[in-house]
């Protein structure tokens, strides 16, 4: 029997690295002739560097600007000439100080800091280029990850204006002559989630400001600065103006570009990485799934376990344990999903390939212990599902199946 186990992180208790070897642990023991494979997975937002680096990526460590410019240890991951560089652990909110929710700087936080991050892969030679977007503090446009790439944002007075969205509407003119020469022959693919635009009413202001801590006066404002700097890129860029691959390839550049879906995405780091570098939106989870190479881990696999710590109508929109379940179960595979609790309908979990749930809440209705005490939870659940799948397959010997029902 081989069991494939590849759940997304359960945020605020386990990184997806943690939580496949927990639930691995309570299943050996009741399965000992099992082969049990872990493959942590990532949607695009945490957690994405870590999956690659679970998959045989380098891990290469480099400081950075945090989302409000303090110094953070941040890391890429390293395959050959790919670079996996994850957005949310170099100036995500959970690099916010005090962390996500204490002190949100909704109209000074930048996406500074992954642009240097971008700028050491180049350097040390990476040419295709995996940016994950997701969990970013910022609603800057990507202004500040062009800055950190050597393109200077500059005010009515010719100086670089200051870092963070609530600065974009002083921005005169996009100055692209100093970009790295290593993008000239570098591809960028984007891995997210969202679809948003850039601006209008579903903007990457109007819908995840308030998330970001803006208040409503503070969203109009930055929505604002959103439509300016979406002009100023237009006139930088015309189609092809920068000399990068792609650029206008959408024949929508600049204020065009921003209507177009996933240039929300990271508050606008997406527009950025379109408008200007031509790089190529991808869904998150399925471009991690290919990086992975999670469709090899398949092959005679009889039983997928995945999950998250909430399972619910989120999920069902290109969340990790949903991309899994749908991958595994389009090769006739059972998918078990393992949540912290889950909301979603009998119908919802077969039209998303999932046969069967286990919950922690299940286990402790407490969710203050259930997130403090997600490893052994976990590990009970794995106890649980060797039982259930020792019967089912137990069952299936007796009716000639081959041990798989």
Known sequence: MRIVIAPDKFKGSLPATGVAAAIADGIRPGLPGAEVVTVPVADGGDGTVD????????????TAAGPTGEPVRASYA????????????VCGLMRLPGGPGVRPEPMTASSFGVGEVLRAALDA??????????????????????????ARVLDARGEQIGRGGGALREAACLDLAGLHPALRSATLTIAADVTNPLT????????????????????????????????????????GASGLPGTGASGLPGTGASGL???????????????????????????????IGFHRALDGADLVITGEGSLDAQSLSGKAPVGVALAASGRGIPVVAVAGRSTLTAQ??????????????????????????????????????????????????????????
Do not use: N
């Not at 030679?125 to 503090?137: C, N, T």
């Open 125 to 150: 030679g990476a040419r295709q280029i995996i940016l994950a977007v997701g969990g970013s503090a910022s609603t800057d446009g990507g202004a500040g990850l062009l800055q950190a790439i050597g």
């Open 261 to 291: 879906p996933g240039t929300g995405a990271a508050g606008g780091v997406g527009f950025a990485a379109q408008a200007v570098l031509g790089a190529e939106p991808r869904p998150g989870i399925g471009l991690v799934l290919d990086l």
């Open 78 to 89: 390293r395959g050959g000439d790919v670079a996996v560089i994850e957005l949310a652990c």
């Open 200 to 239: 209008g009413p579903d903007g990457a202001a109007e819908v995840f400001g308030p998330q970001k801590g803006a208040t409503p006066a503070q969203v109009r404002d930055l929505a604002a600065g959103l439509r300016h700097w979406a002009a100023v890129v237009a006139a930088a860029t015309g189609t």
């Open 348 to 405: 919802q979990l077969t039209t998303a390939g999932i046969t069967a749930v286990y919950t922690l809440a299940g286990l402790e209705p407490d969710p203050a212990r259930c997130i403090a005490e997600a490893g052994p939870l976990l590990r009970r659940v794995g106890q649980l599902i060797a039982r259930d799948w020792m019967g089912e397959a137990a069952r299936a010997a007796e009716a000639g199946l081959g041990g798989r029902p």
């Open 51 to 62: 999956a690659a680096v679970a998959a045989g990526f380098e891990r290469v460590p480099v």
